[in-house]
C-alpha cells in the first residue's frame, strides 16, 4: 500500500524521533478574517495544516487569537521562568490509548453528549424516572430521537391505551423493547441505574444500531432498529436482522411506520387474518396523516448512500466525514480476501498457517496507524467493524485495539464506550431485563 505523505512545518524531524507533535490548530498564524468558514463549522475534525490554514473554524478563532497573545507576553517574561514551548512533545492521535479516562476534546457543543461513561453519571436514577418524553429518552440514551418514534408510541397508545406495547404481540408476534420501555415507565421497576446501551444488544449489532421491536419466537433473534451514523445526528434508516442466522442486516426504511408496515404485510401474505388487515389500514392511515412515508427507499435513504465511504459485512455502508480526499482511504483487503484471511486465523488448526494470517492482520493494523496519523479515520473504523462483524472472539482483542480508538478520533466517544460495554458483557449474552446491566461509574 502507498503511503502518503504530507510534509509541514508541524511534521516530526526524521533527525529527532523523541519529538511527536500533534496538528493542532494553535500552531497555524493565518488571517483568520479572510480565510472562508469551512463547511462543517465547529464540527469539523479536520487538524491538517494545509486544512487550518484554508478555512477557519469559529470555535477556535477566540483560542487562536489568546494564544497569540499568550505568546507576545512570554516573550516579555524573564528567560529562566519555566513555562512550556511550541518544541514541548504531544502526543499523536495513534498515540491516544483506548483507557477509559482517555477522551478526545469535543469541539461543539453537541458531542457534549458524548461522554466515557455507559450513561451520564451526574443523573441519578431518581432524577430520570421525575422525567417524561423526550427530555427522558435524551436523558437516558445520550441521544436525540426522531419524532416518528413518538407518533409510533401514540399510535399503539391509541389502540391499547392500557398496554401500549402490547399491540403488536398478537398480530404479528413482535414486542417493543430498548425506548419504549423507558416510555412505559420501565425505570420504576429498576433498583439500580441501569446500561441502555447493552439493552437487547444482539451479537452482531454495532454501536450505530439501537433495538427497538424484537421478535417473540424464542428460536429466532429477528430485531428491528434505528441505525446512526454518529451520536449526535438521528438515524439515518431502520434495519432489522435475525442473529441466529447471519450478520447481514436489511434496510425497511426511514421510520418505525414503514418497518413495521413492511413486516406486516409480509404477515400478511401467509397468514390473512382480517385483523392484521384492519391493522395495516389504521397504520397506512396514520402515517399517512403525520407524513410518514412507507417506501423502503426514501430519498433520505438515497441521500445517505451517495455518502458512503465502503459497505461493511453487515451490507450496510460507513459513512465518515472526508474533504479533498482527507477522512478514508480503503483497506489493503477486497471482503473475499478478509474473509480468507480471518478463516485461517480463527479457524486453522495449523500454527504455522493461524501465525501467517495474524501477520496479515497485523500488517493492516500498521497500515492504519499511518492512516491515523494523516487524518484518514475512516480505515480503522471500517476494519475494526469488519473484524467485529465476522463474530469470532479470537478477535476481540484486535477490536478493542481499534474500534474505540477509531471512534474517538471522529469525536464519536459514545460508539467507544458502547463496543467496550458490549465486549466486555461477553457479547453472546442477550441482556433483556433492565435490572442485568448496572451502570459502571
Not at 479536520?46 to 494564544?67: I, M, N, V, W, Y
Not at 507576553?73 to 511550541?86: F, G, I, Q
Not at 421478535?215 to 441505525?227: C, E, N, P, R, V
Amino acid at each position: 500500500m502507498t503511503e502518503r505523505k504530507r510534509p509541514s512545518e508541524t511534521d516530526v524531524s526524521p533527525k529527532d524521533n523523541s519529538k511527536k507533535v500533534k496538528l493542532t490548530q494553535t500552531t497555524l498564524t493565518p488571517n483568520l478574517s479572510t480565510r472562508p468558514l469551512c463547511k462543517y463549522g465547529a464540527k469539523c475534525y479536520r487538524k491538517h495544516p494545509d486544512h487550518l490554514k484554508a478555512f477557519r473554524h469559529p470555535s477556535t478563532e477566540k483560542k487562536e487569537e489568546e494564544q497569540d497573545t499568550d505568546d507576545d507576553d512570554d516573550d516579555d517574561d524573564d528567560d529562566s521562568t519555566s513555562k512550556p514551548t511550541d518544541s514541548s512533545p504531544v502526543p499523536s492521535p495513534v498515540e491516544i490509548t483506548t483507557a477509559a479516562t482517555t477522551t478526545i476534546k469535543s469541539p461543539s457543543s453537541s458531542s457534549m453528549k458524548q461522554t466515557a461513561t455507559s450513561i451520564n453519571a451526574t443523573v441519578s436514577l431518581m432524577e430520570l424516572m421525575e422525567l417524561s418524553g423526550e427530555k427522558l429518552l435524551s436523558s437516558v440514551y445520550e441521544m436525540e430521537f426522531p419524532t416518528d418514534l413518538y407518533e409510533f408510541w401514540k399510535f399503539c397508545s391509541n389502540l391499547k391505551k392500557n398496554n401500549p406495547r402490547d399491540v403488536l404481540k398478537d398480530l404479528l408476534n413482535l414486542e417493543l423493547v430498548g425506548p419504549f420501555e423507558i416510555l412505559d415507565d420501565a425505570l420504576k421497576t429498576c433498583k439500580t441505574l441501569p446500561n441502555m446501551h447493552l439493552h437487547y444488544r444482539y451479537y452482531y449489532d454495532t454501536p450505530e444500531f439501537m433495538t427497538l421491536i424484537r421478535t417473540l419466537d424464542k428460536s429466532s433473534q429477528f430485531h428491528i432498529g434505528y441505525y446512526r451514523d454518529s451520536p449526535d445526528e438521528l438515524p439515518s434508516f431502520v434495519a432489522s436482522n435475525n442473529a441466529t442466522e447471519n450478520n447481514r442486516f436489511k434496510l425497511c426504511g426511514d421510520n418505525i411506520f414503514a418497518a413495521v408496515h413492511l413486516y406486516a404485510r409480509a404477515i400478511l401474505k401467509s397468514n390473512n387474518k382480517a385483523d392484521v388487515k384492519t391493522f395495516i389500514s389504521d397504520l397506512e392511515n396514520y402515517a399517512k396523516k403525520h407524513k410518514f412515508s412507507l417506501d423502503e427507499t426514501t430519498p433520505k435513504i438515497n441521500a445517505r448512500k451517495k455518502k458512503i465511504n465502503c459497505t461493511l459485512l453487515n451490507t450496510l455502508g460507513m459513512v465518515v466525514p472526508c474533504e479533498n480526499d482527507i477522512g478514508y482511504r480503503p483497506v489493503p483487503f477486497t471482503k473475499d480476501q478478509f474473509k480468507r484471511v480471518c478463516d485461517k486465523f480463527c479457524n486453522s488448526k495449523s500454527e504455522e498457517i493461524c501465525q501467517a494470517a495474524e501477520d496479515e492482520l497485523q500488517n493492516v493494523i500498521t497500515c492504519i496507524q499511518f492512516a491515523n496519523d494523516e487524518c484518514d479515520y475512516g480505515e480503522g473504523l471500517e476494519f475494526g467493524l469488519n473484524l467485529f462483524l465476522y463474530g469470532s472472539s479470537k478477535l476481540h482483542s484486535r477490536i478493542m485495539s481499534l474500534l474505540p480508538l477509531g471512534y474517538k478520533l471522529l469525536q464519536r466517544n459514545l460508539y467507544a464506550q458502547i463496543i467496550t460495554d458490549h465486549l466486555s458483557s461477553g457479547r453472546s449474552n442477550l441482556i433483556e431485563n433492565l435490572n442485568e446491566i448496572e451502570k459502571n461509574n
